[in-house]
C-alpha cells in the first residue's frame, strides 16, 4: 500500500493547530514583550534587554528567585521520597487498604484554593494546629505560621506536600505493580530482609519513576502560585513571595507586562535547566 503523507498531515493538523495557537504563539509572544516596554495603555515599544537588565538589579526579583529555589530544594525531595513509602505501604493486599488509597489521594482532586482557604485556617492564631499544639503543652503560645517570616513560606510547603502526595504516590503504584513478584520471593527465599528487598529491588526498578516524579515536582514548585496568594499573598515582608507570585504582581498589580515576560522567560530557563540535569543524572544511576 502507498503511502499518502498527506493524509498523515492532515491528522496531525488539529493536533499542531492547537498547539501552535495555544502554547507555540502564546510563548513567542512573551519572548517578544520581554523586550519591549508594555503596559496595556501606552504603545508597545522596543528596548531590547533593558527589562533582563532591570531584573538583574532588583532585589525583589532575587529574592523571589531565593524562596522559589528554596521550594525546590525542600519540596522535591521529600516529594520524591515520602511518595515511595506510602505506595509501598498501600501495594500490600490488607483489608481496607482501596479505601485507604482513596482517602490518600483525595486532596489531589480537591480544588486547591479550597485546600489552601482550609488550611489557611488551620494555620491561624486559634485555628486547629494551635488549639493542638497548646493542649499538648508543646507551645506556650500561639504559633505565627503565616505572620512570622521565618515560617510562612514553610507553612505553604507543607500544604504543597499535603496536596501532591497522593498523585506521587499513585506514579509509584504504577510502577510497583510492574516489578515482578517473582523477584521478591526469591530474594525471600535466599534470606534477604525485606528492608534489602526495598533498596535493592524495589528502588533500583522505580528509578525511571522516581525520574518522572522528580521533574514534574520541580516544575511544580518552580511555578506555586495558589497556595502563595490564597495563604499569604507573598507576605508578611516578601518572606514567601515565589517567582511566579512576582510575575503576577509584576504584571496585573505594577503593570509591567515587559518586565514580568522578562521575568517570565527566565523562570522558564532555570525550570528546564533544572530538568535537564535531574534527568541527566537520574539516567547516570540506572
Known amino acids: 500500500m502507498k503511502e499518502k503523507p498527506w493524509i498523515t498531515l492532515l491528522f496531525l493538523l488539529p493536533a499542531c493547530s492547537l498547539l501552535g495557537g495555544f502554547v507555540l504563539y502564546p510563548a513567542a509572544q512573551a519572548l517578544w514583550l520581554s523586550f519591549t516596554d508594555y503596559n496595556m495603555i501606552t504603545p508597545t515599544r522596543f528596548v531590547g534587554v533593558d527589562n533582563y537588565a532591570r531584573l538583574a538589579s532588583d532585589p525583589f526579583f532575587w529574592a523571589a528567585l531565593r524562596n522559589s529555589l528554596l521550594y525546590l530544594v525542600v519540596v522535591v525531595p521529600l516529594l520524591v521520597v515520602l511518595p515511595i513509602v506510602v505506595a509501598v505501604g498501600v501495594n500490600a493486599a490488607l483489608p481496607g487498604i482501596r479505601l485507604f488509597r482513596a482517602l490518600f489521594y483525595l486532596p489531589v482532586v480537591t480544588s486547591l484554593v479550597i ?24 507551645v506556650d503560645a500561639p504559633v505565627a505560621f503565616l505572620t512570622d517570616p521565618s515560617l510562612a513560606l514553610f507553612a505553604v510547603m507543607a500544604v504543597t506536600l499535603w496536596s501532591g502526595m497522593g498523585y506521587y504516590m499513585v506514579i509509584y503504584l504504577a510502577g510497583l505493580q510492574g516489578i515482578p513478584r517473582s523477584l521478591y520471593e526469591v530474594a525471600a527465599l535466599e534470606g534477604v530482609s525485606a528492608w534489602q528487598q526495598f533498596w535493592h529491588i524495589t528502588v533500583p526498578l522505580l528509578r525511571p519513576s522516581m525520574a518522572i516524579v522528580a521533574v514534574m515536582s520541580s516544575i511544580a514548585a518552580m511555578k506555586v502560585f495558589e497556595e502563595i496568594y490564597v495563604m499569604t499573598q507573598g507576605g508578611p515582608m516578601a518572606a514567601s513571595k515565589t517567582l511566579v507570585y512576582f510575575i503576577y504582581e509584576t504584571a496585573f498589580v505594577e503593570f509591567e507586562m515587559g518586565q514580568a515576560a522578562a521575568a517570565g522567560m527566565a523562570l522558564f530557563a532555570i525550570t ?7 534527568l541527566r543524572l537520574l539516567r547516570k544511576k540506572t
Do not use: D, F, P, R
Open 115 to 138: 485546600s489552601s482557604l482550609i488550611w489557611k485556617w488551620v494555620y491561624e492564631e486559634k485555628g486547629l494546629l494551635n488549639h493542638a499544639l497548646l493542649s499538648l503543652g508543646i
Open 272 to 278: 528546564l535547566a533544572l530538568s535537564l540535569l535531574q
